[in-house]
């Protein structure tokens, strides 16, 4: 009985595909560091700029209570 639909050496194939190209062209390593962290700091501020897009708004109503000195 096979429970696995997809070929199962594929994650395996594209690691083993990208440890050769970064031994064979140093700069990948370089550029695929940088779009790491483009990506993350892009997904960062798009996420908090939609978080803040959405937030409810509230009116803040600020009660004070005068305080005679007699």
Not at 23 to 31: G, Q, T
Not at 35 to 64: C, D, E, K
């Amino acid at each position: 009985m096979n429970w696995s639909p997809y070929p199962w050496w594929v994650p395996g194939a594209a690691l083993v595909f990208f440890g050769v190209m970064i031994a064979i062209f140093p700069e990948l390593l370089a550029l695929m560091v940088a779009s790491a962290f483009l990506f993350s700091g892009l997904s960062w501020l798009v996420g908090g700029w939609a978080m803040r897009r959405n937030r409810p708004t509230q009116r803040v109503h600020i009660y004070t209570q005068e305080r005679w000195p007699w």
